[in-house]
């Protein structure tokens, strides 16, 4: 069995299918604790489920859509999360239909990402971001967002099989 390779953080690279359980499982605990203010679904095309992902990638983006996003809404709201290729690039969409952000405010939240201490020492979008622009400089990190209609991210990274060469 191949070993897995590491990422310039030390987290590793695991199969898509293993981030996706990773994050449906955080998404059902956090579904009890925000005792079903959300609903979500995660749509991945099977061919997607083999090819590398960064261990981690996922989960903090799901939070912060919760966090910042749903639970200040009154009524709750939903996340989707969709896993596709296109060519031979893996695009993954987390998008939520919570109370997103003012141009001005999603501006002021691409300038941090892009400062060296955006999210230092966290798992945050800071983090994230950073983890997936080392590791992929090819890789695309975009934030869409519009008041009071919610937020996307869309990653766009080669596509690779897990068990291959990462660097």
Partial sequence: MPEKKESVSGC???PVRDELEHVRNYLMIQQMRFKNKFTYTIDAAPEVLGYA???LMLQ???ENAIIHGIAPKEEGGSIRIVVR?????LRIAIG???IGMTEEELQQL???LKTADAGHGGIGL???YRRITAMYPDGDFEICSKK???TVIVIDIPCREETGDMT
């Fill in 12 to 14: 590793g690279i695991i």
């Fill in 148 to 150: 009071d209609a919610g």
């Fill in 53 to 55: 992902s960064l261990k």
């Fill in 60 to 62: 903090p983006l799901v």
């Fill in 85 to 89: 290729q296109k060519e031979n690039r």
């Fill in 96 to 98: 939520d239909d919570g």
């Fill in 126 to 128: 800071g983090n994230v």
């Fill in 110 to 112: 691409k300038n941090r």
